[in-house]
Nanobody
Framework: QPQLVESGGGLVQPGGSLRLSCAVSGSTSNYYTIGWWRQAPGKEREGVACVSIQDGVTRYADSVKGRFAISRDNAKNTVSLQMNSLKPDDTGVYYC????????WGQGTQVAVSS
């Protein structure tokens, strides 16, 4: 069973930045797309960003456009999420997900944005 392992979460002040990384066991080429979802306390999970493994085309939730950037490195079998201008509403557990929701989920990494 392919695995996705997230890292890079933590506590950051509003306006700060974090970079999340997802290590994909085997190869990123096992997937058409890989994405990041998040779940805030008391809220449902939501899709944040998605990247096409073959051509790098990306898409984002409106709430993060212009602040977050997803990228993939097929040579290293990783997918990253650069998060800038973080807001308290970005707080939550962030998951790396195969096929941007239709595949396996990682265990999640906690992001907390607070002063």
């Amino acid at each position: 069973q392919p695995q996705l392992v997230e890292s890079g979460g933590g506590l950051v002040q509003p306006g700060g930045s974090l970079r999340l990384s997802c290590a994909v066991s085997g190869s990123t080429s096992n997937y058409y797309t890989i994405g990041w979802w998040r779940q805030a306390p008391g809220k449902e999970r939501e899709g944040v960003a998605c990247v096409s493994i073959q051509d790098g085309v990306t898409r984002y939730a409106d709430s993060v456009k212009g602040r977050f950037a997803i990228s993939r490195d097929n040579a290293k079998n990783t997918v990253s999420l650069q998060m800038n201008s973080l807001k308290p509403d970005d707080t939550g557990v962030y998951y790396c997900v195969g096929e941007c929701g239709g595949g396996p989920w990682g265990q999640g990494t906690q992001v907390a944005v607070s002063s």
